[in-house]
């Protein structure tokens, strides 16, 4: 919800443009349980799946007034459970932003200052791959001599 990022924002500080932003919900602790993951006793009924994701609402926001590389989640997808017509998939797939889901270990990054390495698998028209994510805790200034974004930041 917009309310979570304006609260993230004035106890963090402002998302600076070009970042990779991941919502650390603590669903980890759920894993590997599908039945704990998936939060229903069916697990194979996709209409009955119930975890926290991002609004599409607020993905447009951060887009429009961030605009973020990567949106991603500890959860099973970036759209709400028992989705069908995925918005947020959609969003981030119109606005060519990369989109991650099941995000481990999100509780052993500082809330900002991190920096994200998403290494994505390129699939010649595929729609989604596996990517191995790196995120590392940085203890002073960095300079970038790439086109890289400067800032990345880690959303609670």
């Not at 600076?16 to 229903?40: A, C, E, I, K």
């Not at 447009?60 to 989705?83: A, E, K, M, Q």
Request: charged residues 20%; proline residues 6%; glycine residues 8%.
């Amino acid at each position: 919800m917009m309310s979570d990022v304006y609260e993230w924002e004035r106890t963090n500080s402002r998302i600076p443009d070009g970042s990779v932003v991941l919502m650390n919900s603590g669903w980890g602790v759920r894993y590997p349980d599908f039945r704990q993951v998936f939060n229903t006793p069916t697990p194979n009924d996709g209409s009955t799946f119930h975890f926290p994701s991002w609004h599409q609402d607020t993905v447009s926001w951060l887009i429009r007034n961030r605009r973020v590389h990567v949106i991603g989640v500890d959860t099973p997808s970036n759209d709400y459970g028992p989705s069908t017509d995925f918005p947020v998939h959609n969003l981030l797939s119109k606005n060519n932003i990369v989109g991650v889901e099941n995000v481990a270990n999100l509780d052993a990054l500082p809330p900002t200052g991190a920096l994200i390495f998403v290494n994505i698998l390129k699939i010649l028209d595929g729609s989604g791959s596996l990517v191995r994510i790196l995120g590392l805790r940085i203890k002073r200034k960095i300079k970038f001599k790439t086109n890289c974004s400067k800032h990345y930041y880690l959303s609670r």
